[in-house]
C-alpha cells in the first residue's frame, strides 16, 4: 500500500487558476500517478494520469486547461480557466497498471490514494 497527501486545495473565481501536489511515500519509482475526482453523488471521474517516462493521458474535459506533471513520486496539476463544473474532491492515486485518466477511478488498479482536497470554482 502506498501512502498519499495531497495539498493545494482551495475556493478560486471561474477562469482561475490552481496548482496541486501530492507526494507518495512509495520508496520506489512509481510507474503510474494520476489524479481522479469526485462530487457528491457521482461517480469518480478520471482527470489526468502520467506514466513514469512522462506520458500522459487527460480527460477530455479538461484537455488544454489542465496540465499533469511529475518529479520523481511527487505529482502536480496546473489546473487553469477552472470552470464551475471543476468543483470536486480531487484525489492524488498511484496505479498499478493501466495508465489512463480514464482507469484512475478503477480502485482495483490503484496501488494508493489520498484522502483528498476539495476544489470550489465559484462563478
Known amino acids: 500500500q502506498v501512502q498519499l497527501m495531497e495539498s493545494g486545495g482551495g475556493s478560486v473565481q471561474a477562469g482561475g487558476s490552481l496548482r496541486l501536489s501530492c507526494t507518495a511515500s512509495?520508496?520506489?519509482?512509481?510507474?503510474?500517478m494520476g489524479w481522479f475526482r469526485q462530487t457528491p453523488g457521482k461517480a469518480r471521474e478520471g482527470v489526468a494520469a502520467i506514466v513514469s517516462d512522462g506520458s500522459t493521458s487527460y480527460a477530455d474535459s479538461v484537455k488544454g486547461r489542465f496540465t499533469i506533471s511529475r518529479a520523481k513520486n511527487s505529482l502536480y496539476l496546473q489546473m487553469n480557466s477552472l470552470k464551475g463544473e471543476d468543483t470536486a474532491m480531487y484525489y492524488c492515486?498511484?496505479?498499478?497498471?493501466?495508465?489512463?485518466?480514464?482507469?484512475?477511478?478503477?480502485?482495483?488498479?490503484?496501488?494508493?490514494w489520498g484522502q483528498g482536497t476539495q476544489i470550489t470554482v465559484s462563478s
Open positions: 512509495a520508496t520506489y519509482s512509481l510507474y503510474c
Open positions: 492515486a498511484a496505479a498499478r497498471s493501466s495508465c489512463l485518466a480514464s482507469t484512475m477511478p478503477l480502485l482495483s488498479n490503484l496501488l494508493g
